[in-house]
């Protein structure tokens, strides 16, 4: 079983940048495509970001894309999330995932299986 400690959160001012690091122990980290999602204030968890387990595919959502990059350091065991141009609608607590499956990047929370405790990305207007 994987564990998942996210880090990097806190207050930028709009237009800024934030980068959020999650690292794994527990198990083999290359076992796992990786995910990360969002959830705001009174809304559902949303996905933001997928990568492979080779960081041979990645996958975004819409509202992300070409603002924000999802990488990864198997050697260190950690998935990055890199953001720019942030909006104050990307205030959120931040979480990433684990899938066991690495048939295909997926982007329904429901068939994570590891998740992390998140953390809180603040965008100030």
């Known amino acids: 079983q994987v564990q998942l400690k996210e880090s990097g959160g806190g207050l930028v001012q709009a237009e800024g940048s934030q980068r959020l690091a999650c690292v794994a122990s527990?198990?083999?980290?290359?076992?796992?495509?990786m995910g990360w999602f969002r959830q705001a204030p009174g809304k559902e968890r949303e996905f933001v970001a997928a990568?492979?387990?080779?960081?041979?595919?990645?996958y975004y959502a819409d509202s992300v894309k070409d603002r924000f990059t999802i990488s990864r350091d198997n050697a260190k065991n950690t998935v990055y999330l890199q953001m720019h141009s942030l909006k104050p609608e990307d205030t959120a607590v931040y979480y990433c995932?684990?899938?066991?499956?690495?048939?295909?990047?997926?982007?329904?929370?429901?068939?994570?299986?590891?998740w992390g405790q998140g953390t809180q990305v603040t965008v100030s207007s």
């Open positions: 990568i492979s387990w080779n960081t041979a595919n990645r």
């Open positions: 527990g198990a083999t980290f290359t076992s796992y495509n």
């Open positions: 995932a684990a899938d066991r499956s690495k048939w295909s990047l997926k982007n329904d929370e429901h068939e994570y299986d590891y």
